[in-house]
């Protein structure tokens, strides 16, 4: 019998032993040399502004790990919406923090890229509920960083049990198909009802209508099967959906029709920005999968831009200590640290550790609410990233 997953473990993270074999290297040759200069270093995915907007996340698991260390740090406050240049800054000698680099990109790449889309999805449907159902697409390892993220972007719940033990929230979710099924085709009724005296009072009442036959008639039927039902679902494999929205329509008029007005409508099942401004005048809620959560990981770096206190950089990188700043009218400027910045500006970068401690609160709320706050605020477009819609 195995007996453990592949899962890196946490002491090796923090130890630096997840790190790429040539950081390795680079200590050794410092250390035998008996070199270690105080560098400024900066994370940054894009050397100016390009019109496209991130939202900043993981900064509690990067803070994390760079606790403990002879070193300082800045970084903007997670929820912030960025537009290139640097998210957050690296003040110390550079052996306290070099091996650190893969796993400190990887604490803020990989949230931000899914903060991001989760933001777009909720842009797409403001006035409704959408949930996070797309923990089952990454390793089991990531959940709780999946929907932390998901949240962050503004969802409104998710569904994985262990990652709200992790983040301090209650999952949510109903029934899959696989409750119908178990009880057989022609016997949805005794399914629905079975679910509905079985689990607790808190959870709410909504039926999955799409499983043998028509989701009109299998909605009506769920309906009349169980008092006060708060909703319907519709999961409709893709290739049987024809025109969904047409469906959603039409099961929202023979509810009505038959005195069900209060039963609710979600849709759930490969549903992305698009498809949520499509059904969000005919849909009360949605549940959104595989587009956040295997949203690509934003193409952080990690530079050197001082040593010692001089200017340093690579070919293709910009040179010194630079500042961040949001001004009046929602734009984002990079300017050198030494330099003033706009005058209706302010500066994002805050204090994050100092002296190897801490000095920064995670509330997850109040970055939940910056993040609604900044998309407002920079005029942020919600666009399917697999459409360009």
Known sequence: MTEAFDIIPAEAIRSGRATDAYFDRTVEA?????????VVAEVTADQFPTGEWHLLAGLKDAAALLEGRDLDADALPE???????PVMRIAGPYRAFGRLETALLGFLSHPTGIATRALEARRAAPDSTVLSFGSRHVHPSLGAMVERSALLGGMDGFSNVAAGDVIGREAGGTMPHALLICFGRGEQEQAWRAFDEAVPESTPR???????????DEALRAAEAIDDLAGVRLDTT??????FRHIVREVRWTLDAYG???????????????????LRDVADGFG???????ADPLDFALDIVEVDGEPAAKRGKLTGKKSVYRTREGGHHIGLASHDGPDD????????????EVVR?????????????????????????????
Request: include cysteine; aromatic fraction near 6%; proline fraction near 3%.
């Open 361 to 389: 609160e995670f509330d997850l709320d109040a970055a939940i609410s910056r993040a609604g706050t900044d998309a407002d605020r920079v005029g942020f477009e919600s666009i399917d990233a697999n459409t360009g819609v």
């Open 288 to 294: 959104v999968g595989s587009y956040v959560s295997n």
């Open 30 to 38: 410092l250390d035998h040399a008996g070199h270690n200069p105080d």
């Open 206 to 216: 909504i039926a999955l209508v799409d499983t043998y036959s028509d989701e009109v």
């Open 79 to 85: 929820g912030t919406l960025f537009d290139g240049g």
């Open 238 to 243: 893709g290739s049987r959906r024809g025109d």
């Open 260 to 278: 069900h007005e209060d039963v609710d409508i979600f849709c759930s099942g490969g549903l992305g920005p698009t498809e949520l401004r499509g």
């Open 345 to 356: 500006a302010e500066s994002l970068m805050e204090p994050l550790v100092r002296d190897g």
